[in-house]
């Protein structure tokens, strides 16, 4: 991709960023799992609030997350001054039985989420997804109202000719998801992090945990295993996505990445 091309991802991402600052300003969060594109969300915060991000960042850490995530997490929170909120989960809590079908951490997760929100009484939350992810999470707006946490993908507001429906009013039961790089691919991410040269934890490449393996992308340790690959560093990424008919996703707990599976959790507040 042309570096012109690349400026207008970015471009477009940063306004986004900052209608959502500018309407809901500190009732807004970051959330970030400090994988790959949530380290290029908070890198094009960063860039559009000039080196500083003006709103707290949540990790909602599973304690079963990778020791390289959380040595990242910490090192990249003190590098960028991050107002980091951990939020722990997955001990002390019931596992409902839908739960039990896809990933121990799926449902608990979104409740954990459930308890920020409530506790810092956020309106907008911040969310690194891209529609290329997943079949589902295509079906996404810019900003995507949640009511109790639910996700009605049956009637959402029209997004049209790039007018965004930032501004929307919201009753108490409800949030907004803020989704900045809707737009992006995985290969833009990796030619964007290269590009800017942004930091990311080296559990993408090659050799890191297993000779002829790397995670494609990051979870908990319990539902995330690597795939075949020689890629160790990003030049090698870019080069291996071209080609590869290996589904981003596929390192992840299959049952989740079910369609109707993945459609209804997303429709429960799962991100």
Known sequence: MKRNELQELEAKSIFIIREAYRVFKNKIAILASFGKDSTTLLYLVRKAFLGHVPMPVIHLDAQTEFEQVYEFRD??????????IVEKYGKGID???EAKKVCHCTLF??????????????KALIVAIRRDEHGIRAKERYFSPRK?????????P??????????????KDMHIRVHPMLHWREIDVWQYIKQERIPIVNLY?????KKGYRYRSLGCKNC???????????????????????GERAGRLKGKEKEYVMQKLRALGYM
């Open 109 to 122: 997760k979104t409740q954990a989420l459930k308890r920020v929100v409530a506790k810092y009484g956020f």
């Open 205 to 209: 490449f090659s050799g890191v945990i």
């Open 95 to 97: 596992e409902s039985e």
């Open 224 to 246: 995330t295993v690597p795939i075949p690959s020689q890629a160790k560093n990003i030049d090698e990424i870019i080069e291996e996505l071209k080609t590869t008919e290996i």
């Open 75 to 84: 090192k990249l929170a003190k590098e960028w001054k991050l107002k980091l």
């Open 158 to 171: 029209p997004e049209l000719w790039e007018q965004f429906n930032v501004s929307l009013s919201l009753s």
């Open 148 to 156: 109790n946490f639910t996700w009605d993908y049956l009637r959402q």
